[in-house]
């Protein structure tokens, strides 16, 4: 059993940047990704890598947020740079590989205007 665990999620002002990590046994995990959900909304994907580093973003975040992974340290990033207050939400590690899928508990994003 995989555990995803997230941390670096907090208040920041807008225009800030924070950066999230995940830790876990991610080393044989093919896709590996980043999602978030606001109360009463569906969550979505925010970034997701492969391990061949091939990366794709939602398109609110493209040229502002960074997915990346070490595997070696067992770690994925989400670098989030220039943050608006619509990027709050609880974000949440992913991972999936042969048709299951791991996440994290989450953590809260609040970026205040």
């Known amino acids: 059993q995989v555990q995803l665990v997230e941390s670096g999620g907090g208040l920041v002002q807008g225009g800030g940047s924070l950066r999230l990590s995940c830790s876990g046994s991610?080393?044989?995990?093919?896709?590996l990704g980043w999602y978030r959900q606001v109360p009463g909304n569906q969550r979505e994907l925010v970034a997701r890598i492969n391990n061949s580093g091939n990366t794709i973003y939602e398109e609110s975040v493209k040229g502002r947020f960074t997915i990346s992974r070490d595997n070696a340290k067992n770690t994925i990033y989400l670098d989030m740079t220039s943050l608006k207050p619509e990027d709050t939400a609880v974000y949440y590690c992913?991972?999936?590989?042969?048709?299951?899928?791991?996440w994290g508990k989450g953590t809260l994003v609040t970026v205040s205007s």
């Open positions: 991610i080393a044989g995990i093919t896709l």
């Open positions: 992913w991972g999936g590989v042969y048709g299951k899928e791991y």
